[in-house]
């Protein structure tokens, strides 16, 4: 079955879980700070965060959602929103002002069919860059995201997460955020079905997108 999503406590950015005699683990950058400058014109500001996955099953899955239904970035004393891109890991979009969104390197090592570009950037930056495409996860009530498979076991395979935001000074300033989940899933392959099951490992780790808008 999907792995189900579980509320990280603050700060908990490492968590793992063993079953029938396999361990796995993930972890994940606890907070990227998206800073921006903002002004009449658009800026733009890509960080990069990660998520490592470790396990000694003969594989594993890992998963992204948000970890409430919610996708914008808001704030607890700013009115207004930093709303979700509209672009998904198969098929992502440039962002729009206003927006943010995550992307993964096309061509890292395991991951899941997708859209993304093949390399990205940090920056902070006036000058947008309209061609990188960028996604939001899915809601956490909704089906996971399936970003990465692997069919062996691993001492640590990192996937970089880069996290970008567009906006200018009809944002109001100040600090928005919300959290994005990661969970992994051991999957012991067919030839050991009957040992354990690929959904009673799962871990979840959650990362805290903040953006500082001045």
Avoid: C
Avoid at 56 to 66: A, E, R
Avoid at 76 to 86: E, L, M, P, Q, R
Avoid at 105 to 128: K, L, V
């Amino acid at each position: 079955g999907k792995p189900h999503n579980t509320n990280a406590e603050e700060g908990d950015n490492t968590s793992s879980a063993s079953a029938s005699g396999y361990n796995l683990s993930v972890s994940a950058t606890s907070n990227v700070n998206l800073d921006l400058s903002v002004s009449d014109n658009d800026t733009m500001t890509v960080r990069q965060g990660s998520v490592v996955v470790s396990t000694t099953s003969p594989g594993y899955k890992l998963y992204m959602s948000m970890l409430s239904d919610n996708t914008n970035l808001s704030s607890t004393n700013v009115s207004g929103v930093i709303a979700a891109t509209s672009g998904t890991f198969s098929t992502p979009s440039a962002l729009t002002r206003g927006t943010w969104g995550y992307a993964i390197p096309s061509g890292t090592s395991h991951i899941a069919s997708n859209g993304f570009n093949a390399t990205y950037s940090e920056m902070s930056s006036s000058t947008p860059n309209n061609s990188a495409t960028f996604a939001i996860p899915p809601v956490a009530s909704s089906n996971p995201q399936l970003i990465a498979s692997s069919t062996s076991a691993t001492t640590g395979d990192t996937y970089p997460i880069y996290y970008g935001i567009r906006a200018n000074s009809s944002t109001n300033p100040g600090v928005y955020s919300n959290n994005i989940a990661f969970t992994a899933v051991a999957d012991a392959g067919s030839s050991e079905a009957m040992t354990i099951t690929p959904s009673s490992i799962e871990s979840n780790t959650a990362t805290t997108v903040t953006v500082a808008t001045t």
